[in-house]
């Protein structure tokens, strides 16, 4: 049987043994080392002296590292910032954007004025006609209830449009004044749809935003109260009770009364964002932010049906009631007094309501009636105290959701130990050694000095190999950490208060850096290679791995990607709360963003799976728009150049004579760029000048720069150019567009709807149709420059798609294209006027320019892969080809020895 690898839950933290097993187990090896030649081991010989010195160094190193972990990572300043980068706290990785209708219910409710609110599918159809004497199908939306005509159309309904239904607040600070309670709402409702829109799912969208309808209901009961009962206070809290019945206000909590609960850390961070201090771009007031139990949330759906039985348990758990006589209840006319309303209510003997779908259930405060008795004897309310108690009770269940604060849970911030700090074991001596800091009296002679001197010479090994042991300790924040800026995994340290330290090393005062220098010689510190073995430890607690990304840049660049592939870790791990929490949204066009938050303003999707495919950002910038340029240096040979802000930084220094082989040689060099390591200077044409270019790990010279550079400017000339590099260069990137977003509006009438361009459908005259039949639910169409670099490689490609389409959203479909340079400029140049005309038609609410829509749609739908030119060899040539016709992975290109015939 196969022993499966876990981490166990309860990890044993006695990593080491204790002085006095340490001391035995030494006794042990010395008997059997040198019992032939020494039997007495006394206390006080050198040996064992020795011997209980070094067990004691190891059995301090064994205590810090059984110190509490938030112990070994505190740092000696700053420490709760430092905590918050090493770790993300449970408010910025557990919650995530919605997903779920609670979700969205969850950050709607907490809109001040939001009383409560739900998200409800929006019924759309569509109806393809596929009889018209042109054969292409004509599409139209259905109207409410309209069925396809059999033997001449299809229906299908769009998934994705959803409608939010409000039920306000009652506003009582506005005096009942119609206008300015209109003008609250309107304002509420654009707050929900920037709530709405700045966390969209991908593939979903928005039609109506409106308050959720009342359906009145009649109580009428009569119930005998207890002699020392307040009938005011009775007839308040029913009623109160009652309106949570029929629409549960929702309860908000701290994060200690949870706790208190005994609910999980991750079932209370469970759902969405809850960190609405640093959301940016998003126009809405969060005023009620305590933590909301999921299961509460889900109970104060829209009541479907009423209980005659559900009343009378509220009733009768008021404290004070003794019987409910007589209970009814019905639906509320409003038009009749109210003795006679009580009285037809009595005789309907109703036991059951259902709720129109849709509506909110609310008691009819008007009709409604509740006769109390003490005994036999009526009693009469005092109205107007009964309201006041009533008014109370809904004014302190307000002041207690104002009260409740969400609060992060605390990151663990422990003490700093100083835990790397290691004195020489020689000071723990006896002074009579002497090798203490005493040292030995004046009257020593030179041959005790000197086996001073040697006895410390010896001891010195021991130091220093404990001295790195405390260092790669005090280090391991450092290891286990999204930073490349440190460019080793292994630290040593100087063994400090050794007395007459310079007579036993040359240059002690640089040993440290002498001791990482023989460290490095030796090549003990494999750091790309150590360092990606952190970085995968650290993916791995997310469940996240690059191994095929890896693989397969080795395959394409070799040794030279290492450092890169450790860019691209840090770069996914610094950026994995905001990409985790967003992976499923889409992009926002309805809230006004600054030209910086409009850079990044893309889906979930593409923020990921560019971070996963190793692109240098995903910024939406123009990929038609390249910083490197191809070009035939003559005839038979390519070369190729990189430009930042038009001026080119870099230039090939070889030619190459096929084209595949010049951009694989680009694609290297923008790498190595990324990384001061690869840059190598060289004295210029002019005296005190130096000219920069791009080495590989062989020493090779990739590049040829004749720019000249003093020896101060040069390196701010390659830090600028480094920081362009790993963030703003444009070789790759990506586009989604999403299908629900290309629907013309929304026109029950049938008429305006036909002059809008629907997409296309698959669908012959015969009724005979592709599935799926629908072109806009769930559907996106990813787009890549298939020109770029790494994209023109068969392998990347294919790897490419395969990731896409594991990180689409399992109910999304998508398709895929690796477009050309051409396509790029067209596509881009519709899309850039169709996002400005998208995001005004949203954030107004009116229609988006047919003509643009249709234009978008057309150049969406002629878009096609472009592949890598294949050749076709002649029968007769044995050679093997480097670039074979694969099916799907390649064009056609000339035939060797033969007439050109590309297709």
């Known amino acids: ?165 409000i039920d306000f607040e009652d506003f009582p600070e506005l005096g009942g004044d119609a206008a300015k309670i209109k003008a609250k709402q309107d304002d509420i409702i654009k707050q929900i749809k920037s709530v709405y829109h700045y966390f969209r799912e991908l593939c979903e969208d928005l039609d109506q935003v409106k308050a959720v309808e009342n359906q009145e209901i009649v109580i009428c009961a009569e119930i005998e109260l207890q002699p020392q009962a307040d009938p005011e206070m009775i007839w308040a809290q029913i009623m109160f009770n009652i309106e949570q019945y029929l629409t549960p206000d929702i309860k908000f909590y701290l994060l200690k009364e949870l706790l208190d609960k005994g609910m999980q850390t991750d079932e209370i961070f469970e759902g969405p964002v809850l960190d609405f201090e640093n959301l940016q771009g998003i126009d809405a007031k969060f005023a009620k932010q305590g933590f909301i139990i999921p299961a509460e949330l889900a109970a104060s759906q829209l009541r479907t049906e009423v209980r005659l039985s559900d ?40 036991w059951l309501l259902c709720v129109q779908e849709g509506h909110k259930s609310v008691l009819c405060e008007t009709n409604s009636s509740f006769t109390f008795y003490k005994d036999v004897v009526p009693i009469e309310l005092k109205q107007s105290e009964a309201q006041a108690d009533l008014n109370q009770l809904r004014k302190d269940w307000q002041d207690n959701v104002e009260a409740k604060k969400i609060v992060d849970l605390p990151v663990p911030e422990g003490d700093y130990r100083d835990i790397g700090h290691y004195e020489t074991l020689q000071n723990q001596f006896p002074e009579n050694y002497g090798i203490s800091p005493l040292g030995l009296p004046d009257t020593a002679t030179t041959e005790q000095r000197s086996l001073a001197l040697q006895l410390k010479g010896y001891l010195l090994f021991y130091d220093q190999v404990l001295a790195n042991y405390f260092a790669q300790l005090s280090n391991a924040r450092i290891l286990l950490t999204a930073d490349d800026s440190i460019r080793k995994t292994y630290f040593s340290n100087t063994v400090n208060g050794i007395r007459d330290a310079e007579k036993l090393l040359d240059g002690y005062a640089q040993w440290e850096k002498t001791v990482d220098d023989v460290i490095k010689e030796t090549g003990q510190d494999n750091y790309p290679e150590r360092k990606n073995k952190f970085l995968d430890h650290l993916l791995a607690r997310f469940a996240e791995q690059f191994n095929e990304y890896v ?71 123009q990929l038609s728009v390249e910083d490197y340029l191809l070009f035939k240096a003559d005839a038979l040979h390519y070369n190729w150049t990189i430009s930042q802000l038009g001026v080119v930084k870099f230039k090939g220094n070889a030619n190459f004579l096929k084209e595949i082989d010049a951009y694989e040689d680009l694609g290297l060099v923008s790498v190595l760029a990324c990384d001061r390591e690869n840059y ?224």
């Open 311 to 350: 009343l009378y348990r509220i009733i009768m758990e008021i404290d004070g009631v003794r019987l409910v006589k007589r209970i009814s209840f019905g639906f509320c006319g409003c038009t009749a007094p109210q003795s006679e309303v009580a009285d037809k209510i009595y005789k309907s003997n109703e």
């Open 551 to 621: 693989f397969l840049m080795y395959r394409i660049y070799g040794e030279d990607y290492q450092r890169n592939i450790i860019r691209h870790k840090v770069k996914f791990l610094k950026d994995y709360d905001q990409m985790s929490i967003c992976r499923g949204s889409g992009m926002d066009l309805y809230n006004t963003k600054t030209p910086d938050q409009q850079l990044v303003n893309v889906s979930g999707m593409e923020k990921r799976i560019s971070m996963l495919l190793g692109f240098s950002n995903y910024k939406m910038q």
């Open 1 to 165: 049987m196969i022993d499966q690898l876990t981490i166990p839950k309860q990890i044993d933290t006695s990593l080491g043994p204790e002085y006095n097993t340490l001391r035995t187990e030494g006794m042990q090896h010395i008997r059997d080392l040198a019992s032939a030649i020494w039997s007495d081991y006394n206390v006080h010989d050198p040996g064992i002296t020795t011997l209980e010195m070094l067990c004691y160094a190891l059995t301090d190193l064994n205590y810090r590292i059984t110190l509490p972990v938030e112990n070994i990572l505190a740092v000696d300043h700053d420490n709760t910032t430092s905590m918050h980068e090493q770790f993300l706290s449970a408010i910025k990785i557990l919650p995530t954007y919605p997903v779920t209708p609670d979700d969205y219910r969850q950050l709607f409710v907490r809109i001040d004025g939001v009383r409560n609110a739900w998200i409800k599918k929006s019924p759309h159809s569509i109806i393809a006609n596929y009889k018209q004497p042109d054969g292409k199908p004509l599409l139209r939306y259905a109207k409410p209830g309209e069925n396809a005509l059999t033997g001449k159309e299809v229906k299908f309904d769009l998934k994705g449009i959803n409608d939010i239904l």
């Open 680 to 903: 190598r200077l060289s004295p210029g044409a002019t005296a005190g000048k130096y000219v920069y270019n791009i080495a590989n790990s062989a020493g090779t010279l990739l590049t040829h720069n004749d720019m000249e550079f003093s020896a101060a400017a040069i390196e701010t000339e390659i830090a600028f150019i480094i920081k362009f590099m790993q963030n703003d260069f444009k070789m790759e990137g990506m586009y989604v567009i999403e299908n629900i977003l290309l629907r013309p509006p929304f026109d029950y009438t049938g008429d305006d709807s036909t002059h809008h361009q629907f997409m296309p459908v698959c669908l012959d005259p015969n009724g005979v149709y592709c599935e799926p039949l629908d072109p806009y639910s769930f559907r996106v169409c990813v787009i890549l420059p298939g020109y770029s670099v790494r994209l023109r490689n068969t392998a990347f490609r294919t790897y490419a798609e395969r990731l896409i389409r594991t990180e689409t959203p399992a109910h999304i479909l998508p398709r895929i294209c690796f477009i050309g340079h051409d396509q790029m400029v067209g596509f881009e140049a519709v899309y850039k006027d169709w996002l400005a005309a998208k995001h005004i038609a949203i954030s107004t609410d009116t229609p988006i320019d047919p003509v643009l829509n249709s234009k978008f749609i057309d150049v969406i739908e002629k878009l096609y892969t472009v592949y890598q030119q294949g050749q076709l060899s002649d029968c007769n040539d044995d050679t093997q080809e480097t670039n074979p016709i694969i099916l799907n992975k390649t064009s056609l290109g000339t035939l060797q020895g033969g007439t050109n015939n590309n297709s």
